[in-house]
Nanobody
Framework: QVQLVESGGGLVQAGGSLRLSCTVSGNPFYINAMAWYRQAPGNERERVAVISSGGSINYADSVKGRFTISRDYAKNTVSLQMSSLEPEDTAVYYC???????????????WGQGTQVTVSS
């Protein structure tokens, strides 16, 4: 059974850094894009960064120049290095992977359980 397990959230002061990691377990057949989303209280979930199977990367405008997404294809892991954090970055961060569990199944998105990031001013 495929699962996404996140780690690395916590409390940090404004201007600080945190690194989030997410590992896909369960031996999926193929992983396409992997991404990080976040959701603050009262807000919709928004995509923060995405990295394709070929390594193409896109960031939300609000995090460009501060966040870096990376991927270890051999370990089925995606990371998000967050620097110059601001109180507005406070949210629950979710890992997402678009993947196929077997060669016969259609590709679909899977979510991690979420990890809290709190940035104090």
């Amino acid at each position: 059974q495929v699962q996404l397990v996140e780690s690395g959230g916590g409390l940090v002061q404004a201007g600080g850094s945190l690194r989030l990691s997410c590992t896909v377990s369960g031996n999926p057949f193929y992983i396409n894009a992997m991404a990080w989303y976040r959701q603050a209280p009262g807000n919709e979930r928004e995509r923060v960064a995405v990295i394709s199977s070929g390594g193409s990367i896109n960031y939300a405008d609000s995090v460009k120049g501060r966040f870096t997404i990376s991927r270890d294809y051999a370990k089925n892991t995606v990371s998000l290095q967050m620097s110059s954090l601001e109180p507005e970055d406070t949210a629950v961060y979710y890992c997402n992977a678009d993947l196929k569990t077997t060669r016969w199944d259609p590709s679909r998105g899977y979510w991690g359980q979420g990890t809290q990031v709190t940035v104090s001013s």
